[in-house]
Nanobody, 126 residues
Framework: QLQLVESGGGLVQPGGSLRLSCAAS????????IGWFRQGPGKEREGVAC????????MYADSVKGRFTISRDNAKNTVYLQMNSLKPEDTAVYYC???????????????????WGQGTQVTVSS
C-alpha cells in the first residue's frame, strides 16, 4: 500500500512563494504519476498539476501555469510543488495523489487517482 504525506504548507503574503512536498512510502514512487490537487473553502477539488512516473511529462491547470512547477526526485521518493507569485485565490488545502501504470499520461481529474495524502493548508493573505 502506498502512503503519501504532504508538508510545506503555511501562511504566506500575496506574491510570496512556498514549496510543498509529497513524501511517499510503502512502495517506490517511480511507478506512479503524482498529481497535486486543491480544495478551497466552498469549492470543489481542483487538479493543479501532474507529473508522469518518469518525470518527463507534466500538466498544469491554466490557473497556475507559469507560477507553479511540479518536479520529482524518485531517489528520495518525493514529489514537489514549487508555488511562486501566490495569490489569495490560491488559498486551499493542497493534496497529493498517486495513480500507477499509466505511462506518460498526466491526468488532472481526481477520479483517476487511487491514493491520497491527508492534505496541507496553504493560506495566502496579507
Amino acid at each position: 500500500q502506498l502512503q503519501l504525506v504532504e508538508s510545506g504548507g503555511g501562511l504566506v503574503q500575496p506574491g510570496g512563494s512556498l514549496r510543498l512536498s509529497c513524501a511517499a512510502s510503502g512502495r517506490n514512487v517511480d511507478y506512479y504519476a503524482i498529481g497535486w490537487f486543491r480544495q478551497g473553502p466552498g469549492k470543489e477539488r481542483e487538479g493543479v498539476a501532474c507529473i508522469s512516473d518518469s518525470g518527463a511529462s507534466t500538466m498544469y491547470a491554466d490557473s497556475v501555469k507559469g507560477r507553479f512547477t511540479i518536479s520529482r526526485d524518485n531517489a528520495k521518493n518525493t514529489v514537489y510543488l514549487q508555488m511562486n507569485s501566490l495569490k489569495p485565490e490560491d488559498t486551499a488545502v493542497y493534496y497529493c495523489a498517486a495513480v500507477g501504470g499509466i505511462g506518460e499520461r498526466t491526468p488532472l481529474s481526481a477520479l483517476e487517482y487511487d491514493y491520497w495524502g491527508q492534505g496541507t493548508q496553504v493560506t495566502v493573505s496579507s
